[in-house]
């Protein structure tokens, strides 16, 4: 495996992609890490452009790399510089963003689907990602206001199962609904309270699973739109569940 320059303008570029709206013009995204390296070499939704590693890395990534993967050596200075890590890992790797369009859903779409809606913390969308993935839901829908999920965070929360994720973004409320109609999904959203409890309705059947925004919940549209709403009962004076808890104990019951 030959190993490539990285000149300054290229540091400069990846540098850019730290940035939402550069990773977006791109078409690419930064995941940092051996294990985000390993999970991004197993899976094939965000295929691998580039992979920057540090003199002490270099030899540990030759082992499992294809060889058709362009690899750029560094100093531990220029490690700092590029990375998005208060402590790089000595890995950073370049990815393409799947692309994914949402009319070509209906064409493969899995029993259990989740539609994540206005949700502003990457650190929950992406350990939502990693719950999803824990339950073997691969096909994730965002609104149209949903954070970057190839925000490195997200990419960090996810522990590399963003790469095994098929992502579709922008899709608004009435066009999951339009989806839900046609294809015969049961749209089931998840509120704080006044929803029947998890595991309390007739199981089977194919579930769109609405989880909302951090603070407010879902939109009053979708919860219009739902066929049911369920809400998971507490105990304690706690003013809400965190969503990505959420997640797991719907998914759990789902999957029951």
């Not at 790797?93 to 990457?122: M, N, Q, W």
């Not at 973004?169 to 704080?192: C, E, H, L, N, W």
């Not at 603070?215 to 739902?226: F, I, Q, R, V």
Request: aromatic share 6%; net charge negative; proline share 5%.
């Amino acid at each position: 495996m030959g190993i490539l320059q990285l000149s300054a303008n290229h540091r400069k570029w990846i540098r850019r992609l730290h940035q939402r709206k550069s990773r977006e013009k791109e078409g690419v995204f930064i995941a940092e890490g051996f294990n985000a390296l390993e999970a991004a070499i197993e899976t094939a939704c965000h295929p691998i452009l580039e992979v920057v590693a540090d003199e002490d890395h270099l030899e540990s990534i030759a082992d499992i790399l294809p060889g058709d993967v362009p690899v750029y050596g560094c100093s531990g200075s220029i490690m700092e510089e590029i990375s998005t890590e208060k402590t790089p890992q000595g890995v950073v790797v370049i990815c393409h963003r799947g692309k994914f369009h949402f009319p070509d859903l209906e064409r493969r779409a899995s029993d259990t689907l989740l539609y994540i809606d206005r949700v502003s913390d990457p650190g929950n969308l992406g350990t939502i990602m990693r719950t999803a993935a824990w339950f073997d839901v691969r096909q994730l829908i965002l609104s149209p206001s949903c954070v970057d999920p190839f925000n490195t965070k997200a990419i960090r929360a996810s522990a590399g199962t963003v790469f095994g994720i098929e992502i579709y973004q922008s899709v608004d409320p009435q066009q999951i609904r339009q989806f839900a109609d046609r294809t015969g999904y049961s749209m089931m959203a998840m509120v704080p309270r006044g929803g029947i409890p998890p595991g309390e309705w007739e199981k089977g059947g194919r579930n769109i699973v609405l989880l909302g925004q951090e603070a407010d919940g879902l939109s009053e549209e979708l919860t219009e739109y739902a066929d049911r709403l369920v809400s998971i009962p507490g105990r304690g004076n706690v003013e809400s569940l965190n969503l990505s808890v959420a997640a797991a104990i719907i998914l759990y019951e789902i999957a029951k």
